[in-house]
């Protein structure tokens, strides 16, 4: 809107009304046009007057485009159509530019910083800000969005998740005040114009991958309030996020896009949300009988796309995005008479008082933000935010001394003659999801040379090239018997690239590796451009232990073992691709393996083969050369988004085998070995944590990674970073992946066993001690504030950062948690000697419990303890208070 205002009129409002009427008495005419007085331009107005005005001038075709994501402008409003972006940790897109590049959120979330993640929210949206008004116009003719579909705060349930990366806790507590925080920065606080408009995701329980589109949890209202929406209630209420979208699964029966609990009961009745809500791309149409994406079921809840429309509209969705549902069918919904335009004018009313408080409708010179120059966009100043955000999320989870009594941590430069650098993650660029790009990334390897060059010390630097043959899946090792007998693959290909109808052709694959062209293969005999095919058998692997599944592929490929999706790669390509996916499975258990894949294409291809466990390099080769001629190795290991990511849950617990065989030659080669971490989610690994003297948790560090790693490891940063989520020991110690009951044993207020690190788990280089612990008092009534003082001191020789923790206990049920985070602090720059005095606030009506019969929280009465922590599993001192 902003090259294109209509002005209003200059003639003074006091008499431009009379004038109007008169006119319009004689220039009468019932065509729908844009009258001279346009008060929706009339910025003297509030943003409300000014949306009522614009949603009486709309045409219905007109309102139903605004609440869809069309590319098709209002020419007869003058009004523009609007991109949606993403923004976790850094700008994505969708117009491609370099950006600053964050740590991965679950590594901010380490950072026990809510004000540091302020802080680049609006670095973030000041970038993005600078794009939109004076960058480069790409996609759409746009120079960038100001609709980010961020952040993730669905909560890190359970390791195995694909996604913990994108979220920032376990804990509801910790990460409402992330959220919050995060939300706050992005949208600014200025008292009239937002800087940009998050969405926090995906509303609500979002924790699955394999089956995102089609997972259905069963979730009690009480889990639901206590552990699941609060987060998305501070984004909200504390927040003040203008969006909100919703999840693809479904919740106790309904799909999240068309949950009117969720939506008209929770988020606006409950809340008082103001703002729009989104679904996730395209989830009106994975909601329809017989529609499916990527290989993956829907939910089936509506039998067309004009029920999904009012079903979704009626539910409380505002705004359709990426997919054509209100755009092409709302119109008949309404004509139906299953839509009211009270609620579509609801709905107009929410996406447009978003624009309006964007400054879409305002003259640039009215808008702050206008102002931001391009210049910002990874500058300085934000690369040194990213840089102080990598040293705050660094974690060190192990720091053991030698029998000397000394601890191989900090590494003392002028000590070394060369340090041996290896690992697959040394030499990568570890982002994460949802990331943007750096034009100067500095890798793990890059920061240690860097670092090392300027102290003289040599750096032997081993390539990873661990190249394993994968071999054909053998018949021996096939239970599967086709009709011959013979152990094979059950084929079924269907002329659709929905894996619907009847099968066109079945038979039977003796191995999966097959090729076509234009003159062999299914599409020659079901005469059809587009084809999809599904492959099943049974193995029954000879050994216990992790697998790597090798898929070679054109076209899109799914592979699910025993029902849980292991790999998706559902775009559609021609070029011939290969991703190799680790695997945990049990010794002579059958194991149903289901392969989909779909293709337009003439010429396809579809390998499977595996590497066995103990067949995936356990030569360490020229890295154990190096550790044995090395003063010290640092051996950056962890996971990438090949393991983890939207789309893929993780299929193996632990480090990949061929990092820890490797790991176990180097250590035993050279015990001043450091172990660096960079992943998304929990390492479960009980022979690293026995074996490895210093492990550290660099998670994906961002694009100044490779320097905090470099100075952390060296001590020029002293790390102060506190896990925010569990490391259990055995994947066997968690509750199904598909249980959603918190109390079943969920993250450190139920966990049943003992971890491996602790949620709030993090060491240093200093020592501190907490004491003079101290209450006002011990009796609280049911709405009050409570307030506990301590001192911190630094009782080491070096200056660092402390992050103390304030945990509740209560015995008023055994299913209630073991203890609740009730209130934090990173308490910065402690010098040696120094005692600092700290303060923890919060109120007494946090110590609620959602009741289901009540239908609202309420605080019991009777004794709870207050727990002074460094982390869940260390409590440093505990005071009983009362609450009557």
């Known amino acids: 809107m ?27 005419s019932i065509t729908q046009t844009v009258t001279a007085q346009n ?16 949603v009486q001038k709309m045409t219905l075709e007109e309102k139903i485009l605004t609440v869809s994501h069309s590319r098709k402008r209002l020419d007869r409003l003058d009004i523009g159509y609007q991109i949606c972006g993403e923004a976790l940790h850094g700008y994505v897109g969708p117009v491609r530019q370099p950006a600053t590049v964050f740590p991965q959120c679950i590594g901010l979330g380490a950072t026990w910083n809510p004000p540091l993640v302020k802080q680049i929210g609006n670095v973030i949206s000041d970038e993005i800000r600078a794009m939109y008004h004076h960058g480069t116009a790409e996609n759409w003719g746009k120079k960038a969005p100001l609709f980010l579909m961020a952040p993730d705060i669905n909560i890190a349930r359970d390791p195995r998740w694909g996604r913990t990366q994108e979220t920032y806790s376990e804990d509801p507590f910790m990460l409402s005040q992330f959220a919050a925080a995060y939300v706050q920065g992005m949208q600014g606080e200025h008292e009239k114009y937002l800087k940009v408009v998050c969405a926090p995701k995906h509303f609500v329980a979002n924790n699955e991958e394999h089956n995102r589109f089609s997972a259905d ?64 791309f395209g989830s009106p149409l994975w909601m329809i009988e017989g529609e499916s994406w990527a290989a993956h079921k829907g939910h089936g809840y509506a039998k067309n796309k004009v029920e999904s429309a009012w079903l979704c509209m009626n539910a409380g969705l505002d705004y359709d995005v990426f997919s054509p549902v209100y755009e092409n069918h709302l119109k008949e919904a309404i004509e139906l008479e299953k839509v009211s335009m009270e609620r579509v004018d609801d709905a107009v009313r929410r996406c447009l008082l978003a624009r309006f408080e964007l400054g879409e409708f305002d003259p640039d010179e009215m808008v702050p933000f206008t102002k931001i120059p391009f210049s910002v966009v990874a500058s300085e100043p934000h690369k040194e935010l990213s840089m102080e955000a990598a040293r705050q999320s660094m974690v060190l989870l192990q720091n053991r001394a030698n029998k000397e009594g000394k601890k191989l941590l900090p590494l003392d430069a002028s000590q070394l003659k060369k340090v041996a650098i290896i690992g697959p993650n040394a030499d990568k660029v570890n982002y994460g999801n949802y990331s943007g790009f750096s034009k100067t990334p500095v890798t793990a390897l890059n920061g ?88 099943t058998t049974t193995l029954m692997p000879p050994k216990a232990g992790q697998y790597l599944i090798e898929l070679t592929y054109t076209g899109g490929l799914t592979v699910d073992l025993d029902g849980q999706r292991v790999m998706s790669d559902w775009y559609l390509n021609a070029k011939e691709r290969k991703q190799i996916v680790p695997v945990a499975l049990e010794a002579n258990k059958a194991t149903e393996i289901v392969v989909k894949f779909k293709s337009d294409q003439i010429n396809d291809r579809v390998k499977i083969a595996w590497v066995l466990p103990g067949e995936q390099s356990s030569d360490a080769g020229s890295e154990l050369e190096a550790a044995q001629s090395a003063d010290a190795v640092i051996a950056i290991m962890g996971m990438t988004t090949a393991f983890e990511g939207e789309g893929k849950d993780r299929s193996a617990p632990g480090l990949p ?18 172990v660096v971490l960079e992943n998304g989610s929990s390492v479960e690994s009980q022979w690293l944590a026995d074996n490895a003297p210093a492990i550290l948790e660099a998670w994906y560090p961002g694009e100044r990674g490779g320097d905090a790693i470099a100075e952390t490891i060296f001590g020029d940063n002293n790390p102060a970073g506190c896990l925010p989520i569990t490391f259990a020991k055995s994947w066997n110690d968690l509750p199904a992946f598909d249980d959603y009951k918190v109390s079943n044993g969920r993250t450190y207020m139920h966990f049943k066993h003992e971890p491996l690190f602790a949620f709030g788990h993090g060491l240093s280089y200093t020592e501190f001690k907490l004491d003079n612990f101290d209450l006002a008092k011990d009796l609280y009534d049911k709405n ?21 923790q304030l945990y509740v206990r209560d015995n008023l049920s ?39 019969s009540a239908k609202q929280f309420e605080v019991s009465s009777g004794e709870y303890l207050l727990e002074l922590a460094e982390s869940s599993a260390k409590i440093v001192n505990t005071k009983p208070i009362k609450i009557k």
């Not at 055994?814 to 923890?840: C, D, M, Q, Y």
């Open 217 to 280: 949890p069963q979730i009690s209202e009480k889990d639901l309030r206590e552990y699941y929406l609060p987060a998305f209630k501070a984004a909200v209420t504390e927040g003040k996020s203008r969006s909100i979208m919703t999840a693809y699964n479904a919740l106790n029966g309904v799909p999240c896009v068309a949950n009117s609990w969720l939506q008209n009961d929770v988020l606006k009745g409950d809340w008082g949300f103001t703002g729009f809500t989104l679904p996730d």
């Open 814 to 852: 055994e299913n209630n948690p073991k203890r609740r985070l009730k209130a934090f602090s990173r308490v910065a720059k402690i010098k040696p000697g120094e005692t600092r005095p700290v303060t923890l606030e919060f109120n007494s009506s946090e110590l609620a419990y959602w009741n289901d």
């Open 657 to 674: 085998d061929d990092q820890i065989n490797v790991l176990k030659e180097v250590l035993a080669a050279n015990p001043n070995t450091i």
């Open 39 to 54: 008060d929706y331009l009339d910025t003297s107005l509030s943003f409300e007057q000014r949306v009522d005005d614009l």
């Open 448 to 535: 240690l040379r860097n670092y090392l060059q300027k102290h003289d010390v040599s750096v032997d630097f081993v390539k990873w090239d661990k190249k394993v043959t994968a071999e054909p899946i053998l018949q021996e090792f096939i239970s599967l018997l086709g009709p011959d007998g013979v152990p094979s693959w059950r084929s079924q290909v269907f002329a659709n690239e929905n894996y619907s109808g009847k099968p066109q052709l079945e038979y039977w694959e003796k191995s999966m590796d097959i090729s076509w062209n234009k003159d062999f293969g299914p599409r020659t005999e079901i005469k059809s451009p587009q084809y999809s095919a599904i492959w």
């Open 2 to 28: 902003k090259n294109t205002q209509i002005a209003p009129s200059r003639v003074p409002r006091r008499i431009r009304k009379p004038m109007l009427q008169a006119a319009s008495i004689i220039c009468f």
């Open 784 to 804: 009050s504030n409570i307030l506990v003082s301590f001192d911190v001191t630094n009782t080491g020789n070096r200056i660092g950062d402390k992050v103390v």
